[in-house]
């Protein structure tokens, strides 16, 4: 497997050679027609570029009271950030063995082994711990992980994340005590996605001698101690499905989380966002605004870890598009039904 990396990052690195090159033709002075819209069409256009105002009905007062609607404002766009690539230093700084190694070519050879990571992570289990108070945790955790036996101890993970959210709130105390999710991870993972990942504390891994799991056929367990680091993000709820793509890079099966089943049997992968939105339209608006506000979660996380992947901006930017334009379906069928 070493030897095929090696020849992938060769190829990678390969510069184009003269038959390759791309021309450039300038375009011809053909004085273009112009191009006529039919009131329909114009309609669409305006819908398509306008922001949309969503109807949003809060929960229901004390004594059966209903409080008065409000509008939100979504754009129909929402924006990306400046691509920045990762820093060398901040891969040599949790794996040194990478220092000359282009973040591109590390990020590609992590994707053929992100399956098997992914099924590693799945298979940790963490010592118990009080993981209420983000202010309260400790520097690091007990984990033990079940290991087959066909794969090696290098894919074990590096770091315990904690992750809450970063919204102002009041001191957290035992009444209100901020929420806090842990996630085993692996450190070349994050630093070779995350632009603005907080520096890591390096990885100390003591670990104990492996002994046969219970379970028969079921592998080998391994228990190790692990720094435990706060992660403080918008959107604590949509992490995971940052994290396990940064791991797969699945774009169909990010979609597919972020997305309502359609009414109909139509395949959104062969309809267009203007066919898929419409089927979508159909969706209670609540339905629909709880997915967007998914969507627009796992974008403030991409937008403050810093990731830059073009899959990942594709999905974001399909998903949003699509449930935006559902929604103002919605309110303008509801508007000219009224």
Same mark, same amino acid.
Not at 64 to 76: D, E, M, N, Y
Not at 204 to 219: H, N
Not at 288 to 300: M, S
């Given at each position: 497997m070493k030897a095929a990396a090696r020849r992938r990052r060769t190829q990678l690195l390969?510069?184009?050679?003269?038959?390759?090159?791309?021309?450039?033709?300038?375009?011809?002075?053909v004085k273009p027609r112009p191009v006529e819209f039919s009131e329909a069409a114009k309609r669409r256009a305006r819908l398509a570029l306008s922001p949309v105002k969503v109807v949003v009905?809060?929960?229901?007062?004390?004594?059966?009271?209903?409080? &008065? &609607?409000?509008?939100?404002?979504?754009?129909? $766009?929402?924006a990306r950030p400046v691509a920045k690539e990762v820093s060398r230093d901040a891969l040599a700084a949790v794996s040194p063995e990478l220092?000359?190694?282009?973040?591109?070519?590390? $990020?590609?050879?992590?994707?053929?082994?992100?399956? $098997?990571?992914?099924?590693? %992570?799945?298979?940790?289990?963490?010592?118990? =711990?009080?993981?209420?108070?983000?202010?309260?945790?400790?520097?690091?955790?007990?984990?033990?992980?079940?290991?087959?036996?066909?794969?090696?101890?290098?894919? %074990?993970?590096?770091?315990?994340?904690?992750?809450?959210?970063?919204?102002?709130?009041?001191?957290?105390?035992?009444?209100?005590?901020?929420? +806090?999710? %842990?996630?085993?991870?692996?450190?070349? =993972?994050?630093a070779a996605n995350c632009v603005n990942l907080p520096p890591l504390p390096?990885?100390?891994?003591?670990?104990?001698?492996?002994?046969?799991?219970?379970?028969?056929? %079921?592998?080998?367990e391994v228990d190790a101690s692990l720094p435990l680091v706060p992660l403080a993000l918008p959107s604590p709820e949509t992490f995971a499905q940052l994290s396990t793509f940064l791991y797969t890079r699945r774009a169909d099966q990010l979609l597919a989380s972020l997305m309502p089943a359609a009414p109909s049997s139509s395949s959104k992968s062969s309809d267009s966002l203007d066919s898929?939105?419409?089927?979508?339209?159909?969706?209670? $608006?609540?339905?629909?605004?709880?997915?967007?506000?998914? +969507?627009?979660?796992?974008?403030?996380?991409?937008?403050?870890?810093?990731?830059?992947?073009?899959k990942l901006w594709s999905v974001i930017d399909s998903a949003w598009t699509t449930l935006v334009r559902a929604m103002g379906m919605v309110d303008s069928a509801s508007s000219e039904s009224s």
């Open positions: 390969k510069p184009l050679n003269a038959s390759s090159q791309l021309s450039y033709h300038p375009p011809t002075s009905q809060p929960a229901n007062k004390k004594h059966g009271q209903q409080a &008065a &609607a409000r509008f939100v404002s979504l754009p129909i $766009r929402l220092a000359d190694t282009p973040a591109q070519f590390v $990020r590609e050879a992590l994707e053929l082994l992100g399956t $098997r990571m992914l099924a590693v %992570l799945a298979s940790t289990a963490t010592s118990p =711990v009080d993981a209420t108070n983000s202010s309260s945790l400790p520097t690091t955790i007990s984990v033990t992980t079940t290991l087959p036996v066909s794969e090696s101890s290098d894919l %074990l993970p590096t770091h315990m994340l904690a992750v809450h959210s970063s919204a102002s709130t009041p001191v957290a105390g035992p009444s209100k005590p901020r929420k +806090v999710t %842990l996630f085993p991870a692996h450190a070349t =993972v994050l390096r990885s100390t891994e003591t670990t104990t001698d492996a002994r046969e799991s219970p379970i028969q056929g %079921l592998g080998k898929y939105a419409t089927q979508l339209s159909s969706l209670p $608006r609540p339905t629909l605004l709880a997915h967007a506000l998914r +969507v627009h979660g796992l974008w403030k996380n991409a937008c403050a870890l810093g990731v830059h992947d073009a």
